[in-house]
């Protein structure tokens, strides 16, 4: 699995979302790797890691993610936060949990309104072996749809999505179950680690009241809605992300 190292300091890890791979965050690695040590992960099927023979599985991800980086506070973006939740409860190596646009589960339930409906991933799936390219263009649409800077947000990620090659197809549709089926909730209460959810206020897959509601059930935990953002708020409000990232390192001891 391949993970840049950019910058010094405390060190923090960075972990995607579906279909992008870890450059999608160089507003962020601009902002703080003079302040951070950053280890940027390509998940597997992605970027760099495309090849990697590691499969796309929560535990398997998170454990070797853990195996190659040091005890740090670790950010994950949309899919990337099941990651993130997931490494924090099998392993204290997690110094903290910064989610951004995540929540324990993605889908709606009778007892979890606040999400998407369970048949949007389910459509993806079928779509994309139909039309591979369009189904990723239509899902970064969805990334953007909303916010202030909705436009310019698209165009950058249009311009990350094959930057370092195209996503492996089967990758794709197991990132999608996952997102379909993951339930992390009661890993929740649990916590040992300080939390920050972010939240994009006009975010359209993952609804500020899910971050909201997930961040209730954790411990020591600090919600902030980014007015005018999206599912990818570190692209349109870079310095606004970045200072409460800042913010909540500056905490972790």
Same mark, same amino acid.
């Given at each position: 699995m391949h993970i840049d190292v950019i910058g010094s300091g405390p060190p923090l890890v960075?972990?995607?979302?579906?279909?992008?791979?870890?450059?999608?965050?160089a507003p962020l690695v601009e902002r703080l790797s003079s302040v951070h040590e950053l280890h940027v992960v390509d998940l597997p099927g992605h970027g760099h890691s495309r090849d990697s023979g590691i499969r796309l599985d929560l535990d398997a991800c998170a454990r070797a993610i853990l195996a190659r980086t040091p005890p740090a506070p670790w950010l994950g973006w949309s899919l990337g936060g099941l990651f993130a939740l997931h490494a924090a409860a099998v392993s204290e190596?997690?110094?903290?949990?910064?989610?951004?646009?995540?929540?324990?589960?993605?889908?709606?339930?009778?007892?979890?309104?606040? %999400?998407? $409906?369970?048949?949007?991933?389910?459509?993806?799936? *079928? /779509? +994309?072996?139909?039309?591979?390219?369009?189904?990723?263009?239509?899902?970064? %649409?969805? $990334?953007?749809?909303?916010?202030?800077?909705?436009? *310019? /947000? +698209?165009?950058?990620l249009k311009e990350t999505l094959y930057a370092r090659g195209e996503p492996a197809p089967s990758v794709l549709q197991d990132g999608l179950r996952l997102l379909e089926r993951s339930d992390l909730r009661q890993h929740l209460p649990a916590l040992s680690v300080p939390s920050l959810w972010l939240s994009g206020h006009r975010d359209r897959l993952v609804p500020p009241a899910a971050m909201r509601e997930a961040a209730a059930l954790a411990t020591a935990s600090t919600y902030l809605d980014i007015a005018g953002g999206g599912h990818a708020p570190f692209l349109g409000h870079a310095d606004q992300v970045a200072q409460a990232v800042s913010a909540f390192m500056a905490g972790i001891r």
């Open positions: 960075l972990i995607h979302g579906w279909a992008l791979h870890g450059g999608v965050f190596q997690v110094k903290g949990l910064l989610l951004i646009a995540a929540t324990p589960r993605f889908v709606r339930g009778a007892d979890w309104p606040s %999400a998407v $409906d369970p048949g949007v991933f389910v459509q993806f799936g *079928s /779509e +994309l072996q139909q039309d591979y390219r369009g189904t990723l263009e239509r899902f970064l %649409a969805l $990334d953007t749809i909303g916010s202030e800077h909705a436009r *310019s /947000e +698209l165009r950058t």
